[in-house]
């Protein structure tokens, strides 16, 4: 009777936590986590000056990168990186190797990708053209480029990984458009950085497949105007979906940036 009331109990117990795990689950609490990817070679150039003002801006739409959270720690990332826009907001460890312009004990540079570098056809991909597909390379924000090696070294060799990307706060969501075109820049992700779809639900909608304009934006051809604003997002990485409800308050304007309580991870 004692070991049948013991695996009673055990069995009521596994089918407790089996419905914890799922409700959790569903909420997003035990969510896919995106891990660091083995090291692989790249090389690294850097763009603007030690302020890095001409780094603001960007294919990915982010503006200005002190404001949206990233400030001098990005890189402009080659076509194959850069993946259409997809690669936005990912983070990378870059380290100098192999080369005299590295600095001692080849310490390691956290970037998030902000920008294309986009092809230069008129020279050579080995002299010149570093961004040339199929190439794999960073022009990284001059202050960023500094920390791992002498800035005169002009190019040099690295290794590279993708990285969690560890962010303060919610996402972010930076409104453009007008009353029948609702355009959305998102910022500030964490986990693998990258969005690959977004959804946005109105109070008097349903959710609203939102498609992928350029860089970091998404947008959506809806009457969206006097409502409260909730987003889904899935992680182009990860493949995990969150749901940022009520982020925009009915009186929502474009040019406004909204934060969500929730992130990636």
Not at 26 to 40: D, I, N
Not at 137 to 154: L, N, R
Not at 188 to 196: E, K
Not at 207 to 224: C, E, K, P, R, V
Request: charged letters at 10%; one cysteine or more.
């Amino acid at each position: 009777m004692a070991s049948l009331s013991r695996l009673r109990s055990l069995s009521f117990f596994l089918a407790m936590v089996a419905v914890v795990v799922g409700r959790a689950t569903a909420r997003g609490y035990y969510a896919p986590v995106f891990r660091a990817t083995p090291w692989k070679q790249a090389y690294a150039t850097f763009y603007g000056d030690e302020t890095a003002s001409e780094t603001m801006g960007g294919a990915c739409g982010y503006g200005n990168l002190f404001s949206s959270g990233y400030g001098t720690d990005t890189a402009a990332l080659s076509t194959v990186l850069f993946n259409n826009g997809y690669g936005c907001g990912q983070c990378f460890q870059i380290r100098c190797v192999n080369s005299q312009w590295c600095y001692k004990g080849s310490p390691i540079a956290t970037v998030t990708a902000t920008n294309l570098c986009p092809p230069n056809w008129s020279q050579d991909s080995n002299n010149g053209g570093w961004c040339n597909p199929p190439r794999t390379h960073f022009d990284m924000a001059k202050p960023a480029f500094m920390k791992i090696a002498q800035w005169k070294g002009g190019i040099v060799p690295v290794m590279f990984r993708r990285v969690t990307c560890v962010r303060k706060g919610g996402i972010r969501f930076s409104f453009q458009g007008n009353g029948y075109w609702l355009l959305v820049y998102v910022m500030n992700v964490g986990g693998g950085g990258d969005v690959a779809n977004m959804w946005v639900k109105g109070t008097k909608t349903g959710w609203i497949s939102m498609s992928h304009n350029w860089g970091a934006s998404y947008q959506a051809f809806a009457t969206l105007g006097g409502q409260a604003l909730s987003f889904k997002l899935t992680s182009y990485t990860s493949h995990e979906t969150i749901i940022a409800y009520n982020v925009a308050p009915a009186n929502w304007q474009v040019g406004m940036t909204y934060s969500a309580s929730v992130n990636f991870h």
